[in-house]
């Protein structure tokens, strides 16, 4: 069974196009995160949600805005995709980082990459 | 602002052979993990290290935390081809004492390993 499972894998757009990247985990965490792995292979996060409550926003464009349905989703919608969002964009999932004793350990999807013509 | 370094970034090593990758990080932090990435895939959960002084060992691998020296060290052990990859440390910014986050990684930059017969 696909533990955190992301959709599509791969999306090649046009400049100026709107698209969206879907995730869902049956782990029963109730914590999700989006990261974004540039070309060079560096990884950094972009936003994290608990039980459907935004608790993480980098310093991101507002062009991208996720949106968790439920505990067990996370969405990544980016609008008027620009060259520099071509990227590799990993969903993770982890029990909740802030109640204590708990693990915390990330679970990674495959990955979407995107490739903005 | 946190930051986190690994060295080397590349490392091509032949069978047999022993070495180790460091990770070194800018601010107080015992939550440490260890990941693991083939070409073109996800991050795979390698080790969790959650206080000063842990070691944990893994086949031909083993990674350890100093937290008053800021650093990790992920150890091979006689090299196997199977073990090219690239490696990531990821740092996890504590909230308070009582070892709560918000589940923020940090990663470092990747240390591309290359196992030659």
């Known amino acids: 069974d696909t533990a955190v499972s992301q959709t599509p894998k791969y999306l090649v757009t046009q400049m100026g196009n709107d698209k969206s990247i879907k995730c869902e985990q049956n782990?029963?965490?109730?914590?999700m995160y989006w990261y974004k792995q540039d070309s060079k292979k560096f990884l950094k996060i972009m936003f994290s949600?608990?039980?459907?409550?935004?608790?993480i926003n980098e310093t991101v464009p507002n062009r991208f805005s996720p949106k968790s349905p439920d505990k067990a989703h996370l969405n990544l919608h980016i609008n008027s995709l620009e060259l520099g969002d071509s990227a590799v964009y990993f969903c993770a999932s982890s029990q909740p980082p802030f109640l204590a004793g708990l693990h915390h350990e990330q679970f990674f999807g495959p990955g979407t990459r995107l490739t903005v013509l | 602002e946190l930051k986190v370094e690994q060295n080397p970034l590349f490392l091509s090593m032949q069978e047999g052979k022993n070495y180790t990758i460091y990770c070194n990080y800018s601010t107080t932090s015992d939550r440490l993990y260890w990941y693991r990435q083939d070409p073109g895939k996800s991050l795979e959960s390698l080790f969790v290290?959650?206080?000063?002084?842990a070691v944990k060992q893994e086949g031909r691998l083993m990674a350890s935390l100093d937290t008053k020296a800021r650093l990790s060290t992920l150890h091979i052990t006689a090299a196997v081809h199977d073990l090219s990859a690239t490696y990531f440390c990821?740092?996890?910014?504590?909230?308070?004492?009582?070892?709560?986050?918000?589940?923020?990684?940090?990663f470092g930059q990747g240390t591309i390993l290359t196992v030659h017969p």
């Open positions: 990821a740092v996890d910014m504590p909230l308070n004492a009582g070892g709560t986050s918000y589940g923020k990684l940090t």
């Open positions: 290290l959650l206080s000063n002084g």
């Open positions: 782990l029963g965490h109730d914590t």
């Open positions: 949600y608990n039980n459907k409550e935004l608790i």
